[in-house]
């Protein structure tokens, strides 16, 4: 599918329904969504840590956060879906270095022979063993109801 072509038959693949996002989500199961704004298009992919998000270009595609390697069929169903080869993904990123948005990014790179993008302090972080901080002051306080979760 190209940015300018009709939308895919059919609802987007199914997503995983984890008891914690049962208990707080809003009512109903949680469903892939495509939006399009502005030029850009994106599909986003509820798996089961976290929400995955295929930033589609004209002829590529970026794979922003896999949460687990059990996202991984998931990700080729969307992909399938959008009419999108395997072929057309040129890399993977994370948004943040916590465990819910880092679990299968690296077996989905190695898979697919694509690189892991990251961030210039998660670069550091990964390369050179830079302590990664937790946040001071009132900070603090947009961490900590996430934070048990991580």
């Not at 990014?105 to 697919?112: E, G």
Request: with cysteine; aromatic share 4%.
């Amino acid at each position: 599918m190209t940015s300018s072509s009709h939308m895919p038959a059919g609802p987007p693949p199914a997503a995983p329904q984890p008891l914690l996002a049962r208990l707080t989500a809003k009512p109903g199961p949680p469903v892939a969504q495509l939006l399009s704004r502005g030029g850009a298009t994106v599909m986003a992919v509820p798996g089961r840590y976290c929400v995955t998000y295929l930033l589609l270009g004209p002829r590529s595609v970026v794979v922003v956060d896999i949460g687990s390697v059990t996202d991984h069929e998931r990700i080729v169903a969307a992909l399938a879906w959008l009419g999108r080869p395997l072929s057309q993904v040129r890399g993977v990123m994370p948004t943040h270095l916590h465990m819910d948005h880092i679990n299968g990014i690296d077996s989905f790179a190695r898979r697919l022979d694509v690189p892991v993008m990251l961030g210039h302090t998660a670069y550091e972080a990964v390369t050179t063993g830079r302590k990664l901080r937790f946040p001071r002051g009132l900070h603090v306080l947009r961490a900590l109801p996430t934070y048990v979760m991580q």
